[in-house]
């Protein structure tokens, strides 16, 4: 029997339909710049559970562990994303998806990520295609992951470019919910199927198998025949 593989999304929270997948779940708010922990709330924007379902249609037998940051009108901070990573490390999850993005680098942020890293976890952050780069992302021990209109929903590239390492599918089955962010949450599932059938694999052995098996190299060069 393979162990249960522990999928851990810092995000917006998730659907009632998904619950059965979610075996833990935290919320991570504001209240006077001061952070306070409670019980998830419903998925107010939507974002998470298109995440969650871009992820468990690609590796259908995970569980995951949900760390919900976002507040209505999808604003977090580099503390709440911090603290969500420190407490999915907690889970014993093997990889986090970041589809969020904050402009300027914390150390905070950082020493989560790294921390996270240092126990053995996958972290995969979205990335703009275009613009300024974003963390975490930016950081050089997470996959920085965009979307890539080329790739069907079984496909991924592998960009190996300024802006990032790799890219896949841009669409989902949530109506407005699409770029970077799916891009990111197919390439997680992508990794999360590989993961299932590879338990032992090493982080450095599934970027390698994105390698060699990416659909596209480099990136998308428009306007070529």
């Known amino acids: 029997m393979k162990p249960e593989l522990r999928i851990g999304v810092v995000d917006s929270g998730h659907s009632a339909a998904q619950r059965a997948q979610v075996?833990?779940?935290?919320?991570?708010?504001l209240?006077?710049?001061a952070l306070v922990e409670g019980e998830l709330r419903d998925d107010a924007l939507g974002h998470g559970s298109a995440v969650v379902e871009a992820i468990g249609r690609r590796a259908p037998s995970a569980v995951f562990c949900v760390a919900q940051v976002f507040d209505q009108r999808g604003v977090t901070s580099a503390l709440q994303i911090a603290t969500a990573i420190d407490w999915l490390v907690e889970q014993d999850v093997r990889l986090i998806n970041l589809s969020l993005g904050l402009r300027q680098d914390r150390s905070?942020?950082?020493?989560?990520?790294?921390?996270?890293?240092?126990?053995?976890?996958?972290?995969?952050?979205?990335?703009p295609a275009q613009g300024e780069g974003v963390f975490p992302a930016n950081y050089p021990q997470v996959l920085r992951v965009t979307g890539d209109a080329r790739c069907?929903?079984?496909?991924?590239s592998w960009l190996d470019s300024a802006k990032a390492d790799f890219a896949a599918c841009v669409h989902g089955t949530y109506p407005g919910q699409s770029g970077a962010s799916l891009g990111c949450a197919a390439?997680?599932?992508?990794?999360?199927?590989?993961?299932?059938?590879?338990?032992?694999?090493?982080?450095?052995?599934?970027?390698?198998?994105?390698?060699?098996?990416?659909?596209?190299?480099g990136p998308e060069r428009r306007g070529r025949a």
């Open 23 to 29: 075996i833990a779940g935290r919320r991570f708010s």
């Open 31 to 33: 209240l006077d710049d």
């Open 108 to 127: 905070l942020l950082r020493q989560a990520c790294t921390a996270a890293v240092g126990r053995g976890i996958l972290l995969c952050a979205s990335s």
């Open 152 to 156: 069907a929903e079984q496909q991924w």
């Open 187 to 217: 390439l997680s599932g992508h990794i999360a199927g590989y993961l299932q059938q590879q338990p032992q694999a090493s982080n450095r052995q599934v970027v390698q198998w994105l390698q060699d098996n990416a659909r596209y190299r």
